[in-house]
C-alpha cells in the first residue's frame, strides 16, 4: 500500500508515475488556487505556486489551506509549507511576486497553468504566454454562487475567442459562497490531471450555480479576428507602469519601489515595534514590504498608502 493507492486503481501504475513526473503552475494561490493546489499535491503533481499578496482574516472562509496562524504570511509561501506537510515527495516551489509579463518566462518550464488569480488583466496575460508557448492551460472564475471552468489547449479556442476585455464584476463589491470556489477548483484539479494524463478534453465552459442548481455547458470554437489566435499578442507587450495598484480586496494597496535593503529596514522599524519577516518579506503594522521592492499597504485612500509607504520605507 502507499499514498497513491486509490489512484492507482483508477489511472493504472504507469498513469500515477506519469503524474509523479509533472509540475503545474498555479496563479493566484487564493480561494480557487489553495484547493487546486492541494488536490494536485496529493494527487503527486510538483507545483510552481505564484502570488503577489498576503493572507488576512477575510480569506480564511473559502481559502482552504490556510490558518489564523496565517494571517499576515505571504500567500505563496504559507502554502508552500502547508503542502509540503502533506505531500514531502512532490517539488514545491514559491513566487511571491506580481506576476507581470516581466517575469512571466517562469511558466516556461511547467506543464501546465492553473489561472486561479481574480482578474482579467492577468488572465489574458496567461492566455497570451499559454498561446504562444503552447502550454495548456484552465481557465477558472468564481463570483457569489457561480463560477466557470475551461480548458484551454494550444490547439484548441483561446480565452480571447470569447472573452471581451471588460465584462466581469470585480470582487470588491460582491461576495462569494466557499462552496463554488471549491467546485470550480476541483473541476480545473480534474481537467489538469485529464491533460497531463494526454487525454482528450474538447473546449466546453461549464457553468455551474451551485446556490440555484444550474449547470450548463458551452461548446467553444474559434473566434475568426481572435487576436491572440492570429500571433497578435497584445498583454505581452503592454508596458505596466502603474506605480499604485488598488487590490481587489478593499482597503488594499500595492505600491512599486526599488529593490529594498530588508536587513536594515528592518533594523529601522525594530527601533519602533515588532516586525515580522519570512526572509522574503518583512511586515510592520499596515505595511508589508517584499525584497522585489513591492510593498502592500493597508490604507483607506490612496494618499494614505502613500504617505505610510513613504514614511516608513521612504524613496
Ligand atoms: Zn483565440
Request: net charge neutral; proline share 3%; with cysteine.
Amino acid at each position: 500500500m502507499d499514498r497513491y493507492d486509490r489512484q492507482k486503481l483508477l489511472l493504472g501504475e504507469e498513469k500515477q508515475k506519469i503524474l509523479q513526473g509533472k509540475t503545474a503552475a498555479v496563479v493566484g494561490v487564493g480561494a480557487l488556487g489553495t484547493v487546486a493546489a492541494e488536490l494536485l499535491a496529493r494527487a503527486g503533481v510538483s507545483l510552481l505556486l505564484i502570488d503577489r499578496d498576503v493572507v488576512e482574516e477575510s480569506n480564511l472562509q473559502r481559502q482552504l489551506l490556510f490558518d489564523e496562524q496565517d494571517v499576515g504570511k505571504s500567500k505563496a509561501i504559507a502554502a508552500k509549507e502547508k503542502l509540503s506537510k502533506i505531500n514531502s515527495s512532490i517539488t514545491i516551489m514559491e513566487k511571491p511576486v506580481q506576476f507581470d509579463n516581466q517575469n512571466i518566462k517562469m511558466l516556461d518550464d511547467v506543464d501546465i497553468v492553473l489561472d486561479c488569480t481574480d482578474n482579467l488583466e492577468t488572465r489574458f496575460l496567461v492566455n497570451d504566454h499559454c498561446r504562444k508557448q503552447k502550454i495548456p492551460w484552465i481557465y477558472g472564475a468564481a463570483i457569489k454562487t457561480s463560477g466557470y471552468v475551461m480548458p484551454i489547449v494550444p490547439e484548441g479556442p483561446c480565452l480571447r475567442c470569447f472573452l471581451k476585455e471588460a465584462n466581469l464584476e470585480t470582487c470588491d463589491t460582491v461576495g462569494v459562497l466557499n462552496t463554488v470556489t471549491t467546485i470550480i477548483a476541483a473541476e480545473q484539479a480534474t481537467l489538469a490531471l485529464k491533460i497531463l494524463l494526454g487525454e482528450n478534453v474538447e473546449p466546453i465552459l461549464s457553468y455551474h450555480d451551485v446556490w440555484n442548481d444550474e449547470h450548463k455547458k458551452l461548446m467553444i470554437t474559434k473566434k475568426a479576428g481572435c487576436p491572440a489566435c492570429n500571433g497578435v499578442f497584445e498583454y505581452l507587450d503592454k508596458k505596466d507602469t502603474a506605480v499604485l495598484v488598488r487590490f481587489c480586496s478593499a482597503g488594499k494597496f500595492q505600491i512599486r519601489g526599488n529593490k529594498p535593503d530588508l536587513g536594515s529596514i528592518k533594523e529601522r522599524w525594530s527601533k519602533i515595534g515588532k516586525v515580522y519577516g519570512d526572509g522574503q518579506m518583512i511586515c510592520f503594522g499596515s505595511i508589508t514590504l517584499f525584497e522585489d521592492g513591492r510593498a502592500l499597504v493597508r490604507a483607506k485612500t490612496k494618499e494614505e498608502a502613500l504617505s505610510i509607504y513613504s514614511r516608513l520605507v521612504g524613496n
